[in-house]
Nanobody
Framework: QVLLVESGGGLVQAGGSLRLSCAAP????????MGWFRQAPGKEREFVAGISRSGSSTYHADSVKGRFTISRDNDKNTVFLQMNSLKPEDTAVYYCAANSRFAASVVTAYDYWGQGTQVTVSS
């Protein structure tokens, strides 16, 4: 079992920025590919960004390219999602996820999930 703890969500005005963090305390963090997903009310959970175990490869959904950046610090067992130029349509609960294989864009590829952190962008 892998415990993932997200933080950094909140309320921000459109055009603002937030940085989400996801920590995996006490684990061999570098052995896991990581992903960020989000789920808005009434919608399915959708892929936002993924990063390989080493951090050398990253992937971003088209809807966030150029605005969001995923990164990781394996020494600190933490993955980040820097979100800039936020839009009201980015409002959702954001989840981090881990799997021991490769970064993927589908929910079913991930074995472990955090509890989620709310991001609300006001217009």
């Amino acid at each position: 079992q892998v415990l993932l703890v997200e933080s950094g969500g909140g309320l921000v005005q459109a055009g603002g920025s937030l940085r989400l963090s996801c920590a995996a305390p006490g684990r061999t963090f570098s052995g896991f590919a990581m992903g960020w997903f989000r789920q808005a009310p009434g919608k399915e959970r959708e892929f936002v960004a993924g990063i390989s175990r080493s951090g050398s490869s990253t992937y971003h959904a088209d809807s966030v390219k150029g605005r969001f950046t995923i990164s990781r610090d394996n020494d600190k067992n933490t993955v980040f999602l820097q979100m800039n130029s936020l839009k009201p349509e980015d409002t959702a609960v954001y989840y981090c996820a881990a799997n021991s294989r490769f970064a993927a864009s589908v929910v079913t590829a991930y074995d472990y999930w955090g509890q989620g952190t709310q991001v609300t962008v006001s217009s």
